[in-house]
């Protein structure tokens, strides 16, 4: 049985893993940090809270759909870069370093109306950032994984991001939020308690993201970046002939590359807008809203492992058609049940949390498993690419379907139509869901399922 560098076995597989694994692995419970707190359950509630003014949460949506835009621009540039010069791990580090950085300064975002765009754009920013970082992160997953043990280690990591979640909030809600006089003494005057979250969250990124920089290090022959830099046209020039040329061997999966790219930016605005969604319409505490998340993070966490052994067994794409349908369903649930109450939401929001992480780790593993050899770096570049060109399809959604909710409902206040913003992530799901159906794993792939399975 041979093993790679950094000491995966990528014979028939083992079911232990080995450090490389958990050290990947680890990045994804540092990103709980970005992911659960900032972006979910903790800043983009107090960001949209009354203190930042009216129509802020339809604010949210844009600003995070201009930072679709934007990655789609330069995730070509960047993915290349880091591609040509054989160094995806130092541009995992530097990407990572910014999220940090960025995840630090929004403690100068105190609750004023005028800084309701100071703490939007440092959100966005972080976004762009943090999605490049996860272009080089998922392009590693051939180091540590092999055919065998592909579900299983994506899944694993999707899980520990989720776990990681639990323990992040856990810490936030019972040292900052939920007390009158948290940890160092801070309160909750002038957003205080929030602020210094971020301070931690910051550290949380940085100490989670050091033990996958300093295990997969670039191995030198792969170092020294003598090709040439090129820019944004360039780039994409590149981009559209590397779709035409797998057009060509393969428009499998070129077919699936588009399919994910809709589905999972559905995917990402159901965590994103749920803590939103959960304050605004249905009438979650700040606190309410921590411990929602805890409970959400423990329920995915569990369901992304459990479906990890699934995918290895039964094939991914089973996984990503189930996950969306439920997703679907659920979604359309909490609209049309939303005068339910929180009852609703907690049964419905927890449902899908329970099938966001098994379709987002099915993703990752239905293209590992039908790359051709030895492109992996350049397909997982295309993978990231052609999602981020979409992102800001589900922000972008669930804005205009709160600006036409307040017009059908001649609501005197977009937020008091806060709850149509549903139907534009269940918009967008749906129509990956339609664009999966068709989209065969191949009979290579297949087989490499069949084989695990037995």
């Known amino acids: 049985m041979s093993r790679t560098a950094t000491g995966t076995a990528t014979g028939t597989g083992s079911r232990r893993f080995g450090w490389p694994v958990w050290a990947w ?13 900032i972006t979910t359950f903790v800043f ?11 129509e802020a949460d339809t604010s949210l949506g844009w600003a995070l759909a201009g930072a679709g835009v934007l990655v789609a621009v330069l995730a070509p540039v960047s993915g290349q870069r880091a591609d040509r010069s054989g160094r995806p791990t130092r541009w995992l580090g530097l990407n990572t ?37 996860s272009v080089n992160y998922n392009a590693l997953l051939h180091r540590v994984a092999t055919p065998a043990t592909v579900g299983r280690v994506s899944g694993l990591g999707w899980g520990m991001g989720y776990l990681g979640g639990i323990v992040l909030l856990l810490v936030v809600y019972l040292g900052l ?13 002038d957003g205080l308690d929030v ?58 999966l070129v077919r699936f590359l588009g399919a994910s790219a809709v589905f999972r930016d559905g995917l990402a605005g159901v965590f994103t807008f749920g803590g939103v969604l959960a304050a605004g319409t249905f009438g979650f505490s700040d606190g309410d809203v921590i411990v929602f998340g805890i409970a959400a993070n423990v329920v995915a966490g569990i369901s992304t492992i459990a479906a990890g052994w699934l995918d290895d067994r039964l ?13 679907v369903v659920s979604g359309t649930a909490v609209f049309v049940l939303h005068d ?9 929001g927890l449902l899908l949390s329970a099938f966001v992480g098994p379709a987002q780790s099915a993703s990752r593993t239905f293209l590992a498993r039908i790359i051709p050899a030895g492109r992996e770096g350049q397909v997982f570049g295309l993978y990231a690419t052609t999602g981020r060109a979409v992102s800001f399809l589900a922000p972008a959604a669930f804005s205009v379907s709160i600006l036409a909710g307040a017009a059908l409902t001649d609501a005197a206040r977009t937020d008091d139509a806060q709850y149509f913003g549903v139907l534009g992530v269940v918009a967008v799901l749906l129509l990956g869901l339609v664009l999966m159906l068709p989209v065969h794993a191949g009979p290579a792939a297949e087989e490499r399922t069949s084989r695990t399975a037995g």
């Open 177 to 189: 939020i939920s007390p009158e006089v948290g940890l160092f003494g801070v309160t909750d005057a």
């Open 195 to 252: 602020r210094v979250t971020m301070l931690f969250c910051a550290g949380w990124t940085l100490l989670f993201s050091l033990p996958v920089l300093l295990t997969l290090r670039d191995a030198p022959q792969e170092a020294p970046g003598r090709a040439p830099r090129v820019g944004v046209l360039e780039s994409y020039r590149r981009l559209f002939a590397s779709v035409r040329d797998l057009w060509r061997e393969d428009p499998r």
């Open 97 to 133: 370093l910014v999220v940090v950085v960025l995840s630090a300064a929004l403690f100068l975002v105190e609750p004023r109306e005028d800084l309701l765009w100071l703490g939007l754009l440092l959100l966005a920013a972080g976004n762009v950032f943090f999605e490049l970082a």
């Open 315 to 327: 094939g991914p794409k089973r996984v990503i058609v189930g996950s969306l349908v439920a997703l």
């Open 340 to 348: 339910g109450g929180r009852g609703v939401f907690w049964g419905f």
């Open 44 to 54: 983009s509630v107090y960001i949209t809270s009354d203190s930042f003014g009216p």
């Open 25 to 37: 692995g680890l990045w994804d419970w540092g990103s709980a940090a970005f992911n659960a707190v």
